[in-house]
Structures are given as structure tokens and as C-alpha cells.
């Protein structure tokens, strides 16, 4: 298998947004995050090589290309971006991966479902054997989406969930997987270094404690 080095440098290949949307917070998962993420699912858990796995929110792929470098058998990425998507196409093409992209709203995924034992159900038949995901916090709208993310990658995932999530949020985000059936572990604390991408942004770069977690399907 490829080394964890050589993974993070092919992904400096991937492009990021061009025009990225503030209402959507499309923020570039850098090829470190994704490296890291991804290198550990597929060596320590085994949970990436010759399995199915869904990216929710793919943006521009980054993570989508990660799991397809590491030998992933099937890929489907789901974004609400037109735009995003076709960045993301781009991207899988430079790495000559197979992927399925799909135009699709993670918020339309998911209703209340008072007769299923999460209390949720997924409005679309969707499962694969890992989700792996970079999902909007939710810090300048669309609060709570985080969890929306979780929730549709609770109904998807058959084996396991990658996700990142801000640190200060993880007693609330343990708590809330775990009444969906999900053991969740936190697999190291990182630092997300997020470069300025909108105007109301004053500094070039800030870095944003965040937890890599890892939810196993009960």
C-alpha cells in the first residue's frame, strides 16, 4: 500500500473550490486532514481497501480521491453543489479514479421517523460499508448541521463513519451518536488550518481544534 507521505502528496493534486459559497461553509479539507484521515481508516481499521464508501458533502473530492488512491472498491460522493461536483469530477479524472457523484441535499436525506428505533429514517435507499465525511460545523448558519450529517451517515454506513468535528463539540456529539446506535471513539485531536476564503475573513489562515472521530456501527 501506498505510504502516508506519498498519499499527502498526490492530494496537493486536488484542486480547491474556485468560487467557494459562504452559506454552504465550503472550506477545502487540506491533504494533510484527508491523508491522516483516511490512511488510518484504511491501515488500523481496515475499513477502506475493496470496501464501499460514501463521502457526504465530497465538495472537491479530496476525500473521495484519498479513499480511491488506498484502494477503496466502489466510491459515490454526495453533494448539494452543482458546481463542486463537477470540481470533484475533475479531480477523480486527474486520478484516473471511478467515482459516483452525486447532486443530492444531506438535509433532504434525513426525516423524523417516530416508528424507527434512531428516530430518524433516510427519505432515499443509500449504504455502503464506510461513510467518510468533513461535514460544515454550522458556525455561520445552517446550526446543528453537523449533526444533520451524522445522522444521514448513521443510515448509510454498515460498518464504520469517519468524521471530523470541532472539539469543543465532542461530549454533545459522543452522546447524540450513541443514542443512534453508534460507538464512538475519538481517534486523535488535530488542527484544521483553514486559509481565508471570504471577505469577512481578517487573517490569512486560522486553525481550528477538531476532533478526527470514528463511529462503529452496533
Not at 486536488?14 to 491523508?35: G, M
Not at 452543482?82 to 486527474?94: F, I, K
Not at 421517523?113 to 435507499?125: N, V, W, Y
Not at 451524522?150 to 464504520?160: K, M, N, P, S, T
Request: hydrophobic residues 40%; proline residues 3%.
Amino acid at each position: 500500500m501506498i505510504k502516508l507521505k506519498q498519499l499527502e502528496s498526490e492530494l496537493t493534486q486536488v484542486t480547491k473550490f474556485r468560487e467557494p459559497k459562504v452559506q454552504l461553509e465550503q472550506y477545502p479539507t487540506t491533504a494533510h486532514l484527508a491523508a491522516s484521515m483516511l490512511y488510518t481508516a484504511a491501515t488500523t481499521y481496515e475499513d477502506i481497501e475493496d470496501a464501499s464508501v460514501v463521502d457526504l458533502g465530497v465538495g472537491c473530492g479530496m476525500l473521495t480521491c484519498a479513499s480511491g488512491i488506498l484502494g477503496a472498491a466502489y466510491n459515490v460522493g454526495v453533494d448539494v453543489d452543482p458546481e463542486a461536483l463537477e470540481q470533484a469530477r475533475d479531480n477523480c479524472d486527474r486520478f484516473e479514479l471511478d467515482a459516483d457523484l452525486v447532486n443530492l441535499d444531506v438535509q433532504e436525506l434525513v426525516v423524523p421517523a417516530d416508528d424507527d428505533e434512531h428516530g430518524f429514517r433516510l427519505t432515499q435507499r443509500l449504504s455502503a460499508d464506510t461513510v467518510v465525511m468533513n461535514p460544515p460545523f454550522g458556525t455561520k448558519s445552517n446550526k446543528g448541521i453537523d449533526m444533520v450529517f451524522l445522522q444521514a451517515a448513521a443510515g448509510i454506513a454498515e460498518r464504520a463513519i469517519y468524521s471530523l468535528h470541532k472539539t469543543s463539540t465532542r461530549d454533545f456529539i459522543l452522546r447524540k451518536a450513541q443514542s443512534w446506535g453508534l460507538k464512538g471513539e475519538v481517534v486523535a485531536e488535530l488542527r484544521y488550518n483553514i486559509e481565508a476564503s471570504y471577505k469577512f475573513h481578517k487573517k490569512k489562515s486560522v486553525d481550528v481544534e477538531v476532533d478526527f472521530l470514528r463511529f462503529e456501527v452496533e
